[in-house]
């Protein structure tokens, strides 16, 4: 039974190519992507609705609740206990999504240290008095490479990151696992490109298609479910964009302009942080993208 990941930034068209895929091979699917995992966030994370999965079973979609935090090593552990469930039933596994280093997670064997406190505490102090920004440009200064897959807005994962820095005496990314050291070495991987104009107008038109299907009421509706107490899914693109609004921070229109950018900022670190991985077969834009993939999980 095979492990195959369909990977690439965002608006690519991962969730359409995974139902063809999965639907020619008889597979499951496994989310991998950090925001799916929540429970209402649906519209801004392009999830796809019930009836639009042609009754394929798919996993870690709505686990969480916005309240939640949630980390690596608890994805590591949940993707890959499914991944076991789905070959026992003899059937092979797509992993989708665009959230790399859960990605990594799973494929790879991890080698974070534990916590430091003391550590911990003295970077929290440092991210109240002088913002995430700070921070953030430390990081970049430290390991350029870790600034790339973490969101600058996201001061828990920049403050870990700099905690194991501070910890190992060596770059956050160093403690990534090798990729000769993988879970499941005969995975495939295949990551979808696009030009970066055409990407843009994607993006630019899934935003635009957001605000139609009614995002800012689901933002509305989290807010009041607490959103704000889970650091994780108050930062996720356009939902903090519109939390800010609803703050008095910046007006609707802004708003949507901030998720655009955002978006399109996001998209450029994931192909930076895919481009690094050599064992994905990247799908080019004029290549019939499901005729080309069969061929090679096939092969």
Not at 41 to 51: E, F, S, V, Y
Request: aromatic fraction near 6%; hydrophobic fraction near 40%; charged fraction near 30%.
């Amino acid at each position: 039974m095979k492990v195959i990941v369909i990977c690439g930034a965002t608006a690519t068209g991962k969730s359409d190519i995974a139902l063809d895929i999965a639907q020619e091979i008889d597979a499951e699917i496994i989310n991998a992507d950090s925001m799916q995992l929540y429970t209402g966030m649906d519209i801004g994370t392009a999830k796809l609705r019930i009836a639009e999965r042609r009754e394929i079973p798919h996993h870690l979609l709505d686990v969480l609740n916005v309240k939640e935090d949630s980390t690596v090593a608890w994805y590591q552990e949940r993707a890959r206990a499914c991944i076991t469930e789905i070959h026992a039933r003899q059937k092979h596994v797509l992993l989708v999504g665009g959230t790399g280093l859960y990605i990594k997670a799973v494929l790879d064997d991890l080698n974070f240290p534990d916590t430091d406190p003391e550590v911990r505490a003295r970077l929290e102090l440092e991210a109240e008095e002088f913002g995430a920004q700070s921070l953030f440009a430390r990081l970049q200064e430290l390991d350029p490479a870790a600034a790339l897959a973490i969101d600058s807005a996201n001061t828990r994962r920049i403050i870990r990151a700099l905690e194991v820095i501070e910890i190992t005496g060596k770059p956050f990314t160093a403690n990534l696992p090798r990729e000769d050291s993988s879970r499941y070495p005969d995975a495939l991987q295949f990551g979808l490109v696009m030009e970066r104009e055409h990407l843009r107008e994607r993006i630019d038109a899934r935003v635009e298609k957001m605000w139609s299907q009614g995002f800012v009421a689901e933002v509305d509706t989290l807010l009041t479910q607490g959103i704000l107490e889970g650091s994780t899914a108050q930062r996720a693109l356009g939902y903090s964009a519109l939390i800010a609004m609803r703050a008095g921070r910046m007006s609707e229109d802004e708003a949507k302009e901030e998720t655009k950018r955002s978006t399109r900022q996001y998209a450029r670190r994931q192909e930076t942080w895919f481009s690094r991985d050599a064992r994905i077969q990247w799908i080019a834009p004029h290549q019939p993208r499901l005729e080309t993939i069969m061929q090679k999980i096939n092969s």
